[in-house]
């Protein structure tokens, strides 16, 4: 089984919805959600080349961790640490998973509806970021 492992460093960031331009009906796409997705792309590139595509039905595993906030206290901090509490909170786990899976469209895949297994997950961490892992089955 071919298998990639890469982490996106930073906080976790959703696919921003679309804007269209009323003069001529087209879609543009949000600055922050374009800046991310390329990101995730130099992300897996830097950590398996450019050549390296999978292939047939693909199971994908995003794992995101979250900032904790410096507000919180010490006693709380612990419990977000041993993933006693989790994030409740935007962006929402079909979001996070859509701007990973998009950014990687032509690059780790032909093209996303290779996807046929997906699971996110969400996480505190000292260390915001968002680990990926593609797995041929």
């Keep these: 089984m071919n298998s990639v492992e890469f982490s996106i460093p930073g906080e976790p960031c959703a696919k921003g919805r679309p804007r269209f331009v ?28 450019q050549e390296h595509r999978l292939n047939g039905p693909i199971k994908a595993h995003i794992r ?13 901090r612990e419990q977000m640490l041993t993933d006693e509490l989790r994030p409740q909170k935007r962006p929402d786990a079909d979001n996070l ?6 950014a990687l469209n032509g690059i780790a895949y032909g ?13 505190w961490a000292i260390s ?10």
């Design 64 to 76: 995101a961790y979250f900032t904790i906030p410096k507000s919180t206290s010490q006693r709380k």
């Design 128 to 137: 915001p970021q968002v680990c990926v892992t593609l797995s041929e089955i």
């Design 97 to 102: 998973a859509k701007i990973v899976l998009d």
């Design 22 to 49: 009323r003069a001529s009906g087209r879609a543009v796409t949000p600055q922050k959600t374009a800046q991310y997705e390329q990101l995730v792309q130099l992300a897996y590139m830097h950590h398996v080349g």
């Design 111 to 123: 093209d996303d509806k290779e996807i046929v297994y997906l699971e996110v997950e969400k996480h």
